[in-house]
């Protein structure tokens, strides 16, 4: 069975709806915010780099080494 991983993160891009939720939940811990601009053509609102002021906990994509018993 396959757990979770969870790793440490100090800095990270988010979308700008992401940035609203997070801005409400870990208003204590931002310790800066960048707004990064969209490029040209692109179809987003462009995005924010978050640094924390203390490492936050996130999901990894790493699945690791699976073990086949």
């Known amino acids: ?25 870990q208003k204590n811990n931002i310790a800066k915010a960048k707004f990064i601009a969209p490029s040209i053509g692109d179809r987003t609102f ?12 996130k999901k990894s994509d790493f699945t690791g080494f699976l073990n086949y018993a």
């Open 46 to 57: 462009g995005s924010f780099e978050i640094e924390y002021q203390s490492p936050v906990l």
């Open 1 to 25: 069975m396959l757990q979770d991983t969870y790793v440490p993160v100090k800095t990270e891009r988010v979308s700008a709806q992401e940035y609203l939720i997070i801005s409400v939940q």
